[in-house]
């Protein structure tokens, strides 16, 4: 590590860590596009080669803009080492491909991101390695769910699009009674909202390309936790199987962790305030969000999180016509999947992201036809109110 950061605080962490400044004296973190380094010797590169000596040998190991990223990244979870992938699926693929092997067994929360269900059931399946989904919320269901080769626990908190938390600390108590592994997907809340190692997880992923990226440039993705499970174990399928971090993705990803800490302070402050709004607004049936108090784990989300985050979805009376109704009538908020942007977008998600769930899946997770997720940018938010003002007042 460049510096010693032990002392320092989130939004100091945040910018400057992990910057080994070169014999240029350059203040912005340089981009090393290389493929490969070169070395001063057949013996430096044996060395190199070896393991012996510590040392850039070529760009699907370590590159210098990418380490950055990851020791910086490392620093704000509070982890001791950080790989970067590229996409936040390849950051899931590595941990299950490196921590996991044929016979084990996944219990997973039922509300995790739509495509990460499909490569545990439809792709890992194949490998021999099997997922009991389980709720969200329902610690029991999770303990009835675990079997003698039940390796790991993998949940995301809150949840998309109906943000159900999942109460890390039971869960990683949970983990540790059952010799099982906690991963957290912690996408939603980033490092400055939840810290899951410090509430006993063992492997934080991120998907880069939503909050950490911050105005939707670049997909890339992040494993976070100690130097063995992830330093070694994780770190290995990423040299070997090769879905590395571009140097330019993570250059543009840590520009985004340098502001992190103030989006995500205005991404909560403007949603609170939208959610707040959108209670009062009598086409609206419910509204789902953290920092509400209406939240039937409100008390929970103050424990766990510095705060609610920028997500809101909510149900409309008039179900599915009245929900695209909204959506038509926008003019300036992106209709759009993505989330995490300085852009505010607005999803359908039972026609979108949960598309591909059968009427009875979608019924048991809670996704009917008027739900609509807002992604709350940090435009000002009497716009961001009007905007969806329109189509409101057609109902
Ligand atoms: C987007 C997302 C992912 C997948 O990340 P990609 O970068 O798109 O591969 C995983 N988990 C959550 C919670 C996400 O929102």
Redesign the pocket.
């Known amino acids: 590590m460049s510096q010693d950061y032990d002392d320092w605080g989130l939004a100091t962490r945040a910018i400057r860590v992990g910057h080994d400044r070169t014999h240029e004296r350059e203040h912005s973190e340089p981009i090393f596009p290389t493929s490969s380094f070169i070395f001063n010797s057949a013996a430096e590169a044996a060395a190199c080669f070896a393991g012996d000596t510590p040392g850039n040998i070529y760009s699907r190991f370590t590159n210098p803009t990418v380490r950055t990223f990851e020791q910086r990244l490392a620093a704000m979870e509070g982890g001791d080492s950080c790989v970067a992938t590229a996409?936040?699926?390849?950051?899931?693929l590595a941990v299950c491909i490196g921590l996991l092997k044929s016979g084990d067994h996944i219990v997973s929360s039922r509300s995790?991101?739509g495509?990460?269900t499909v490569l545990f059931e439809k792709y890992l399946s194949r490998f021999g390695i099997t997922t009991t989904f389980v709720s969200q919320a329902d610690i029991d269901g999770w303990e009835k769910g675990i079997r003698p080769n039940t390796r790991m626990l993998f949940v995301?908190t809150p949840s998309?699009p109906l943000t159900e938390l999942a109460d890390i600390e039971v869960l990683s108590n949970l983990a540790k009674a059952y010799d099982c592994l906690l991963v957290v997907?912690n996408?939603?809340c980033t490092p400055v909202l939840q810290q899951p190692l410090a509430l006993g997880a063992d492997i934080v992923?991120?998907?880069?390309?939503?909050y950490l990226d911050g105005q939707g440039r670049c997909?890339?993705?992040a494993v976070v936790g100690d130097a063995k499970l992830v330093g070694e174990e994780v770190y290995g399928v990423l040299r070997t199987a090769g879905p590395s971090l571009s140097p330019f993705n993570a250059w543009v990803f840590l520009k985004g962790l340098e502001t992190l800490d103030l989006r995500m302070q205005a991404h909560s402050r403007n949603a609170t305030l939208l959610a707040k709004w959108l209670e009062d607004q009598q086409a609206i049936e419910r509204v789902y969000f953290p920092g509400l108090e209406s939240h039937p784990q409100y008390g929970l989300a103050i424990k766990q999180q510095s705060g609610p985050g920028g997500i809101v979805s909510f149900t409309l009376k008039d179900g599915q016509e009245a929900a695209w109704k909204v959506m038509d009538s926008v003019k300036m908020l992106s209709i759009t999947a993505?989330?995490?942007d300085t852009k505010t977008t607005i999803t359908h998600p039972a026609t979108t992201t949960h598309g591909r769930l059968s009427p009875e899946q979608q019924q048991q997770a809670g996704i009917s036809g008027g739900l609509v997720r807002v992604a709350v940018g940090l435009e000002n938010i009497e716009d961001i109110k009007a905007d969806l003002a329109h189509g409101l007042a057609l109902l």
């Open positions: 996409s936040g699926m390849a950051a899931i995790i991101f495509t990460t995301e998309n997907d996408c939603f992923i991120h998907s880069a390309t939503k997909v890339g993705g993505n989330l995490g």
